[in-house]
């Protein structure tokens, strides 16, 4: 919010509030977990920089990086190599350290499905990113995981959020 804020009213907001304690408290210890940037425009670049933090990971060790995150496969990247061998990476940026993740459900479903793509699935996590917000929100930093190759377990998932649809009720009538 202090962020948006600073933005609104031209001051300069060199770290956004999760970055650093408030005046007098005592430093928080670094989230375990995925938190989701309230701000579109940060979440947007947190997610940018770890994509081309990924994309220069496997260019750097000849793979051919496609980036395929907007056609909503359930991965971010597909990368090719010059023996034909696939890899479908699934990209994940955030500011804690990355201990766990949030993935949408296609996120989950294209690794259980491996077999039926022929690919290799890796899950790709740079965390601890740093933002700073003067004229433009920069990223730096990072610390990657690879999970190479990356199955998904049920007993590594946490139902958060469920998508409910409301019965049609005989004789009620819905408002």
Same mark, same amino acid.
């Given at each position: 919010?202090?962020?948006?804020? $600073?933005?609104? &009213?031209?001051?300069?907001?060199?770290?956004?509030?999760?970055?650093?304690?408030? $005046?007098?408290?005592?430093?928080?210890?670094? %989230?375990?977990?995925?938190?989701?940037?309230?701000?579109?425009?940060?979440?947007?670049?947190?997610?940018?920089?770890?994509?081309?933090?990924?994309?220069?990971?496997?260019?750097?060790?000849?793979?051919?990086?496609?980036?395929?995150?907007? #056609?909503?496969?359930? &991965?971010?990247? !597909? /990368? *090719?190599?010059?023996?034909?061998?696939?890899?479908?990476?699934?990209?994940?940026?955030?500011? =804690?350290?990355? +201990?766990?993740? !949030?993935? *949408?459900?296609? +996120?989950?479903?294209?690794?259980?499905?491996?077999?039926? /793509?022929?690919? +290799?699935? @890796?899950? #790709?996590?740079? %965390?601890?990113?740093?933002?700073?917000?003067?004229? !433009?929100?920069? /990223?730096?930093?990072?610390? =990657? *995981?690879?999970?190479?190759?990356? *199955? @998904?377990?049920?007993?590594?998932? @946490?139902?958060? +959020? &469920? %998508? #409910? !649809?409301?019965?049609?009720?005989?004789?009620?009538?819905?408002?």
């Amino acid at each position: 919010m202090l962020s948006l804020l $600073a933005r609104l &009213y031209g001051a300069d907001a060199a770290l956004l509030p999760d970055d650093r304690p408030a $005046a007098g408290s005592p430093a928080r210890p670094a %989230s375990r977990e995925q938190s989701r940037a309230s701000d579109p425009d940060v979440r947007r670049a947190i997610e940018q920089f770890a994509e081309d933090h990924a994309a220069v990971f496997f260019e750097e060790r000849q793979w051919q990086v496609e980036h395929v995150g907007q #056609y909503k496969l359930g &991965y971010d990247l !597909t /990368c *090719t190599n010059a023996d034909g061998a696939i890899l479908h990476v699934e990209v994940k940026g955030t500011r =804690p350290l990355g +201990e766990k993740v !949030t993935l *949408t459900a296609n +996120e989950v479903e294209h690794p259980r499905r491996a077999a039926e /793509c022929g690919a +290799e699935h @890796i899950l #790709y996590v740079l %965390s601890q990113i740093t933002i700073t917000d003067r004229d !433009t929100i920069t /990223c730096s930093g990072g610390r =990657p *995981t690879r999970l190479w190759p990356w *199955t @998904i377990s049920d007993n590594d998932l @946490i139902a958060t +959020e &469920y %998508s #409910y !649809t409301i019965p049609a009720a005989s004789g009620s009538p819905r408002s």
